[in-house]
């Protein structure tokens, strides 16, 4: 580019390579070209791509699209997971209802990616709260918790009160109005009336992955 | 899906089915497959589709299409209503101008779903005070009265010192600017100076209806 | 006033007298002369005092005083109430916690003014939730449930999923932070799960009661 | 003060003597001997104080005080008011409540300062629409028409689509909640249904006075 | 429409036809076939057309076409103009860059709809003030003045510091970022440190001319 | 109270002792007689009162005030604590300046209530680096890392990009302006560019004690 | 354009031409026609078009596009730069990832185009400290620091700690949910515990690169 | 403290003494023993103190006192200036009113602690522009220009267009209602219609004045 003195490939905005986290790549807003050059770089590496619409997945060559394995739900590809964290810790995702499912799935996709064992307990809110006590116990035996919710978020005060596991709580943009693109959901979990329920961003499954493996990490020592 | 062990249906994120209220699906952001064979599948349950759009409808199959009782102003679709409530019971419908059509007819038609009789006021706004004074009467002879309005939404405070009944104000989505969206309509009602007026969230006509039903249900004891 | 043509005894902001609900005044912000004025016109007539301070009231004569009925954590007032409604109907008014204590006690007391009957339910929040399913049955007997919660409300959409009664939710102004004076509250209460939960002003429990007494009316006919 | 090489006398914020406009002093945040300076130098000139409180001003000596036409509710004091515009040009102030007091007695007061007529209304809220239509005929004979009111702020697009004079709308910060320190009620008037409302500065009686002052001087030429 | 007892024409939202300001379509959202009754039916009466774009208006047939006087800046339609309000009166419509051309020529044609002269300033932004002060004499010869303007809307305050004649202020929609759709420019307008400024909706350039039509009846008289 | 049926004392918001949370006392807002009372009934139970001013407890008797371990800044009391947790978990409390101490002091004493032992790692702002990166080996050596940080809460993306730990982030309602009591550095969190950095509401060093109770209590099965 | 008196070809919003700035042209919402017109107009003259999408400029005939030097990622196009300012002056542009690179690049062309010297520094973000660290010394050679980041937007408060330099600060538009379309970002840099930092409006590249100019102009004297 | 192993004095939230910035310590939130202490121990070196209240600073002892030169409008102090840094550069401070005076002089006193000339502009707002035009000249022999405004803030749009120097501008929390405590005006300054103006956060004067310094220092290389 003339006018500026820097040249060569971009590189991902935020990278965690040092501390253990994944290396991921988010794609909204990269160019195809700069995509594409990613896709061809990772084929035999351990990175994970996130937010990456089947569209534009689709117009990668078939040969390169069959290294990967893509999941359109929760818009996740990588070529080869970490190597497997073994059995000793296993992560909950329960989530309020199908409208939450890109967000769960992501969570759930970024664990498995990472090694660690994880069930995923959708359609739990608390508009039928019979749905989640039911499933309590077993959701108890599990050593971390992502809880993920929109509209009211109310899951994630109820669940607060009866689980002394570490909570992670991501907010989802559902719903419209006053629900306000996910803001309402995520005021609601950072003022639960439930002590120590931990936030992330609206939308965030990948961190609440992130947080969930910092903590097993510490139980692997 | 690979990484996550649930799998299988997703179902409607917020449901009532226990206490009394209609069984409804919330259609936008559900994928095609996914609203085709819940279409399918309520062909002959008294299951209503709300923010259903003219466009994703008429992907479905014509014969399964005829099945449907579909209204497009309304985006309302089901194929079976729940059973009739008897006439003891009437809702009248208000709104301010042509604009909110979509909200006051998605709340009379889950009343009509529901078999309460409903009856709609449009054009009632308070730029010409006239035209509501002079349905007064009418409107006061109904057991509920949901007020739709966008922009300033002074109907509902207007209609809240001329009448007795519950009343149930919809802001809605209409306008630029300012309107916000439907956040200054719905500030506006829930600091209406008349007391006593109730208020749903932003263009939730299906809302409106539901909460007139619950003391409509009083009623029929 | 000189440079105002207007002169004279300033009213209250909002009556809603013809339409049967509670004359009421509103107390802050009105200077201490004319407040007591008020007080004074009304000793034997039934209006309702709101928002009234007990440093406020205090200044009051003692003679005065006496003719009131007064309680300072609802902060109201009265000399007469108007006329006992029977005992066909009747109130639950449940709240979260102990903060909400001034709400729901606005709304409890003006219940009583109206002539209603009402039982109140404090201390109910879902972080313990087995307090509220404890109560579920004996809060049901009640024909309309005014919720009253501050902080995530959670309380509301658990409530809306457990009872097919009227629901008239009023968001608290307690909390710090992201609870944002109960604007958090507020939209959680609006975007509730649980369809047909309708809602007031923030810490407005004077205007639930008056919903309420708009149903309650309904059924008295 | 050493480390600025200015010194001096402070003067006013804005001012629009040019134009002809009053001059005002706005006395909030000015340092007290400041404003005590102010009003030593002006007790023989049309310059017009706003926002002055009681407890401010009674600190200035009672010779002082003299000179000066204070009102309490208002916060305006002038020594000596502007020539006498004469007859032909009123401006009715229409206010919805007595909460409302204070705005409208400053338009008020800021028009008498000017030299112009004007009528106020107070107590004609929406609440109870009879209050303003059995006024409306009276009102239609002034030349413009400044309305005052918070919550809803309904009374303004109710006046709008009653009259065809120049209308300037001035939001009050009553209330609490959603009314947003009245914020709610700017935004319901600026989204008017009726055309041609224009809309001051929340609680900005004194611009309204001077933007019907623009208006009255035309029709004097 | 089977559940809903209403039917027939959708009329506009807001209407000022009884005080005397246009017959107005505000066509944003409403479905095409109500879009085209209604400029069938209007074809020989002075209603005005507002924010009808291009494309939309393409898909009349030619010959309604060719009975309306379209304006594709503006987006506004009328088949016939209001009877001409003689030449006594006049606005300047000064706005401060060509991104404001849409909400100015709104302004522009609704007056000339009305039957007012009016002339049209564009490019008077302050960032070159001489392009204003040059202008200065020539606008303060009108009656009245629009200012439209989109940013800091600086523009407002300086021609409000200039000229004695009542200004109607417009802000913007241009920009991005802290530009806020309009809302900054909004702001600037309503605190604007020149008295007696007085404005409208962000981008209601239709709304302005309906408030200058409110003054210049006036000077008719 | 007549008027309601309930009485008796009032009870606490959030309480978490069924899932082994410690039992609090949130102070602002109760009326004194009752939070006497509290610490009346508490002074051989292990309960923590949380913001509680010096001047509030300054007011109970000499004797009461020495039953418990006060702590003026973090605003916290108790008179016993839970039961040791044994030595085998340590957090790092890391704060970024002396404005940060309340909260920071915060989290420490609920640690040290709760039995946990902790560390105070305070002026540890990015404004000058090298004192986080001197720090950094010790820092790594806790279990549970806590951030408090304000302003614009670089800190907790710096440490996350440095630190394998489980991150608990608290922003503080430190600074003027856009620090917007808090918000802002909120939001920074919230969007760190490390992953994995979980978010407490502002101020909350309570919660983001307990939320390091949740992860410390796994380690200790 | 019948029923507006003004006429003829539409000039730019804001341009600075008297004051030594770049005469530029922001492209965004102009006619095609207009923008088509410019273009042409301005093959031989010192002139940047900014925002200017590549499907637009593709548009233009392929001889017109030959006279512009264009560039895809920023945006931006000149045909004539400005008079060289020789090489005394350098402007180190620092990015934090590769998603603020139109931001970036956008400011780096700016300086081009205006005759200085600069060096892009993309992938610096704190997530990787040691990325900035490591160019520390390199970068503090140059005059003028520009920083642009996105998210938390930590860089800016981290390089001011370590660098004297003047620092022009510029929030991106990156991410989702909280980071608010770049507003977290700016109020990150407002209240940046560094002293000195100042802050263009969100991607404001452009302003930026004019922000550098006034200080190297002051250098060159 | 027990419960916390850390101890000791606490020192200022953000420094940039390793930079070439003045030591500053910023008062607001300080316990007084804390501040007390901080003014003993820099009696003899040059640190500048920030936003100290007069009420606060005379709670010092008289001899203390004496040390510093206190001014109560800017509410500095400093006991010893940093060195001289010569008469080549100096900065005009422009302020649009007297209420603007604490900032201003915050700006003006802190450049005069590090050692750079400054003038003072005060009462040259927009409304009355004359008072600025008049002033340009000399304004333009400064280096620097730092703009101190509230309310609308079109002061630094229309510097920005008239002169060629480095603006820094400074947003002031001075108005009510839409002023929002500074917001609009720092919305108004960040999307200036003229290139290139810096902005700090609202009432920031401080760092304003070592944004200039950042500036200055270049020149005396």
Redesign the interface.
């Known amino acids: 580019?003339?006018?500026?003195?820097?040249d060569g490939v971009?590189?991902?905005?935020?990278?965690?390579s040092?501390?253990?986290?994944?290396e991921?790549v988010?794609s909204?807003?990269?160019?195809w070209p700069?995509l594409l050059s990613l896709l061809e770089r990772f084929q035999s590496q351990p990175v994970l791509f996130t937010r990456l619409e089947n569209e534009i997945f689709a117009q990668a060559p078939a040969d390169l699209r069959q290294k990967y394995?893509y999941?359109p739900?929760?818009r996740?590809a990588f070529a080869v997971t970490q190597s497997d964290q073994g059995d000793f810790a296993r992560v909950a995702?329960v989530s309020?209802?199908?409208?939450?499912?890109q967000v769960a799935?992501e969570a759930?996709?970024t664990?498995?990616?990472l090694g660690y064992h994880?069930?995923?307990?959708?359609?739990s809110?608390?508009?039928?709260?019979w749905r989640l006590t039911g499933r309590l116990e077993e959701i108890n035996r599990h050593?971390?918790i992502i809880v993920v919710a929109g509209?009211?978020?109310?899951l994630?005060?109820?669940l607060?009160?009866?689980?002394?596991?570490?909570?992670?709580a991501v907010?989802t943009?559902?719903?419209?109005?006053?629900?306000?693109?996910?803001?309402?959901a995520?005021?609601?979990?950072?003022?639960?009336?439930?002590?120590?329920?931990?936030?992330?961003?609206?939308?965030?499954g990948?961190?609440a992955a992130?947080?969930a493996?910092?903590?097993l990490?510490?139980?692997a020592r």
Not at 1 to 6: Q, V
Not at 118 to 123: A, N
Not at 125 to 129: D, K, R, S, W, Y
Not at 151 to 154: E, M
């Open positions: 580019m003339r006018g500026a003195d820097s971009l590189f991902d905005h935020c990278r965690g040092r501390i253990g986290l994944p991921a988010f909204p807003g990269k160019p700069i394995d999941d739900i929760s996740t995702v309020a209802g199908s409208s939450d499912a799935r759930a996709r664990l498995f990616f994880q069930t995923l307990y959708e359609d809110g608390v508009a039928g709260i050593e971390v509209l009211d978020a109310a994630a005060s109820v607060g009160g009866l689980t002394p596991r570490p909570i992670i907010p943009s559902v719903g419209y109005g006053l629900a306000r693109a996910g803001e309402s995520l005021a609601s979990m950072l003022v639960s009336c439930s002590p120590g329920v931990t936030v992330m961003n609206i939308d965030n990948y961190g992130c947080a493996a910092r903590i990490r510490l139980l």
